[in-house]
T-cell receptor
Framework: DTEVTQTPKHLVMGMTNKKSLKCEQH?????MYWYKQKAKKPPELMFV???????INESVPSRFSPECPNSSLLNLHLHALQPEDSALYLC????????????FGSGTRLTVV | RKEVEQDPGPFNVPEGATVAFNCTYS??????FFWYRQDCRKEPKLLMS???SGNEDGRFTAQLNRASQYISLLIRDSKLSDSATYLC?????????FGTGTRLTIIP
C-alpha cells in the first residue's frame, strides 16, 4: 500500500459547524503532515507530527485542531471556521529521513459557507 | 525574500521541445531537494529527488548547485501529458517548503 487516503473528498460546512478531516497511511511512515492550499498558490504547512507527537504548529489558529491517534492516522478537527478557510487540505506522510520525499493524499476540498 | 523562488511562468511550449525550469532557495542549511508535479485540482506528486551529482529519469534531468543554492529541471522531448504545474521543493527541519510553482502548457 503506497497511498495516503483522505476523507471526505469534499466538505461543505457552516461557520458554526464542527467537522473532522481524516487521513490514513499504511506505509510505516513516522511523520505526517497537514498542508493547506489555496487556488493558484503552493501548499502551506500547518502541522507536523513526528512519531505521533506534534512537533511543528505553524501558528495555525485554534479553530484547527490536529490529532494523531496512532502512527497510521491523522485527523484535523474543524470548529467555527471562516469563509477564508475554504481551501484544499492536503495530508502527507514521509519516512522522516533525509532525502525521502513526501507522499500526499488527494486532499479534502473544503468550502465554508 | 521567499524561501524558495521560481519563475511562475506560464511556459507555453510546442510538443517535442526542451524546456528548463530554475529555482533558488535561501536557507543554506536545507537538506533535501525535490521536484513535484501538480495537475489541476489534484495533489502534488513527487517527480524526482535532486542530487548534487545530477540525476536523470527518462526525459527528465534534475541538477542541484549547493554553492549557488540553485536547482534546475530539464524536460526533453516534451509531451502533451507534461502539461502541469512544477513545484520546486526544499526540505529541512522536518518540513517541506514549496516554491510558487511554474505552470507549463505543452502545445500540440
Amino acid at each position: 500500500d503506497t497511498e495516503v487516503t483522505q476523507t471526505p473528498k469534499h466538505l461543505v460546512m457552516g461557520m458554526t459547524n464542527k467537522k473532522s478531516l481524516k487521513c490514513e497511511q499504511h506505509m510505516g511512515h513516522r511523520a505526517m503532515y497537514w498542508y493547506k492550499q489555496k487556488a493558484k498558490k503552493p501548499p502551506e504547512l500547518m502541522f507536523v507530527y513526528s512519531y505521533e507527537k506534534l512537533s511543528i504548529n505553524e501558528s495555525v489558529p485554534s479553530r484547527f485542531s490536529p490529532e494523531c491517534p496512532n502512527s497510521s492516522l491523522l485527523n484535523l478537527h474543524l470548529h467555527a471556521l471562516q469563509p477564508e478557510d475554504s481551501a484544499l487540505y492536503l495530508c502527507a506522510s514521509s519516512q522522516a529521513k533525509k532525502g525521502f520525499g513526501y507522499t500526499f493524499g488527494s486532499g479534502t476540498r473544503l468550502t465554508v459557507v | 525574500r521567499k524561501e524558495v523562488e521560481q519563475d511562475p511562468g506560464p511556459f507555453n511550449v510546442p510538443e517535442g521541445a526542451t524546456v528548463a525550469f530554475n529555482c533558488t532557495y535561501s536557507n543554506s542549511a536545507s537538506q533535501s531537494f525535490f521536484w513535484y508535479r501538480q495537475d489541476c485540482r489534484k495533489e502534488p506528486k513527487l517527480l524526482m529527488s535532486v542530487y548534487s551529482s545530477g540525476n536523470e529519469d527518462g526525459r527528465f534531468t534534475a541538477q542541484l548547485n549547493r554553492a549557488s543554492q540553485y536547482i534546475s529541471l530539464l524536460i526533453r522531448d516534451s509531451k502533451l501529458s507534461d502539461s502541469a504545474t512544477y513545484l520546486c521543493v526544499v526540505s529541512g527541519n522536518e518540513k517541506l517548503t514549496f516554491g510558487t510553482g511554474t505552470r507549463l502548457t505543452i502545445i500540440p
